[in-house]
């Protein structure tokens, strides 16, 4: 371009974003006062070197009837962000009974430049659904002296818990003559 004479430069793309990140052509075309264009082809390259910012919290989940809870990273993230998009996912995703108590998660934050952040959570596992106790009406003999002895097994009749019976017990299981007739009996599951 001769310095001595009025020109003009323009740039075909002189803003960039977060959807620009890679190589990007960018033509500059210079025309001088007498109207003569010349043009060239640059390759500008769009970088993302800023890394995301991972924020968890602390939360409580519950095991369901099944004895399984699955979360994602939206139970921790606790306001996580970039200056462009990013993914998320959490180091263990699946709990179950096993996993009742308090358990140390990460929550792990990538762009798509690959830069990376990291925080851990706390996450406390629950069970709170009861067992369930199954009962069945049962018949007792008296022996030759006059006693008769009822076993759990007698009167449980497929109790279930989400996360298995520990201890079924019942309130009564000796009788005498002086229980002939309907007794009640309560079964309790644990």
Avoid at 6 to 28: H, M, Q, R, W
Avoid at 70 to 82: A, E, H, R
Wanted: charged share 20%.
């Amino acid at each position: 371009v001769d310095e001595a004479c009025p020109y003009t430069v323009e740039l075909s793309l002189d803003s960039f974003d977060c959807a620009d990140i890679g190589n990007n052509i960018v033509k500059v075309i210079v025309t001088d006062a007498s109207g003569n264009v010349d043009s060239c082809e640059s390759i500008v390259t769009v970088r993302d070197s800023m890394k995301p910012v991972a924020r968890c919290k602390d939360t409580t989940i519950y095991v369901g009837a099944s004895g399984t809870v699955v979360i994602d990273s939206s139970f921790l993230d606790n306001g996580t962000w970039d200056n462009c998009s990013f993914t998320s996912n959490v180091s263990a995703n699946v709990f179950t009974c096993d996993s009742i108590g308090v358990r140390t998660v990460s929550l792990y934050v990538e762009d798509a430049s690959g830069n990376k952040d990291t925080c851990t959570s706390q996450v406390t596992v629950l069970d709170t659904l009861s067992p369930i106790a199954r009962c069945r009406n049962a018949n007792l003999f008296l022996d030759s002296m006059g006693n008769a002895r009822l076993f759990v097994y007698d009167v449980e009749n497929g109790s279930t818990d989400n996360c298995g019976i520990d201890t079924i017990y019942i309130s009564k299981d000796s009788f005498d003559c002086s229980n002939i007739g309907t007794n009640s009996v309560v079964l309790t599951v644990v």
